[in-house]
């Protein structure tokens, strides 16, 4: 017999006074339909989308600042801005939405609350793991295999930091995981005709979901580096995919509360600590 689907929302008292108000709003279950509660999440998902974005932009014109030279841009910093943001926004809320949808049809979660204090000391930890073997790959081992990356000052960045926090942390994780991650489990339940899915589909979405996010990254290193080798290939591979993992097995054992704060805190110990310690 299959296990009644729990409700996707945690319950107000538990959430009362708590951090994760800040992405899970209070209310009521009852006098509030399930298509309401999912769309209010979703809003507050895309204002956090809305900040990142402004942030998101301001940190992408600084990186691509070095290839721009002195060339001036022909679109006003505020317009780029603008544009920027909605589109992130619009893209959250649509991905975030369609994600909490199917979210009821599988044995996923936001948040399992019976294991949330063991959640939140695993998202701790392989957050810091992540944001060291970023900097780690790069420092001890790509840098001798690439000599490019010589030519580029690593250095702490406030736009890094509050980009990566909220687009990373925030709308990523609504992309990868609650969407894309879901849409994967959703269709083999489906397929499958159960919500009791082996470990061996959720590793292997998680698996997929990685790569996916790690091949994408591809067209913008070949612009950074101005073409591609094995060396190059390998290293956007697995510096983009390998906090993927992570995240993944924390929203399929934990819930997606947990992959948001392992991601944020990515972004955080690379920034504050990692960079620099080893730069």
Known sequence: MKNEKKDILPPSSYLKNNFFNLLIPKMKLIGGTFMKRNFFLSLRFALVGLIAGVFTVLYQLETMSSLLGEQEIPVRLSVLILIGSIQIAVITLILSFLGLLMLNKTNLNLICQEKRNQGLKLALLFGVITGFLLV??????????????ADYEVKFSLLALLAGVLYGGVVEEVMLRLFLMTLFI???????????????????????????????????????????????IIRSL????????????LYWKHGLIYSIVAH??????????FIPLFY
């Open 136 to 149: 780690g790959f790069d420092r001890f081992v790509f840098q001798s295999l690439i000599p490019q990356l």
């Open 238 to 249: 697995l510096l983009n995919g390998v906090g993927g993992i992570f995240f993944g097995y």
């Open 186 to 232: 959703f269709l083999f339940t489906k397929i499958k005709k159960t919500t009791e899915l082996p470990g061996s589909y959720y590793w292997g979405v998680i698996i997929i979901t990685s790569l996916l996010f790690a091949i994408g990254h591809l067209p913008f290193t070949a612009v950074v580096f101005e073409g591609l080798t094995p060396a190059l």
């Open 264 to 273: 944020m805190f990515a972004h955080i110990s690379l920034q504050l600590i």
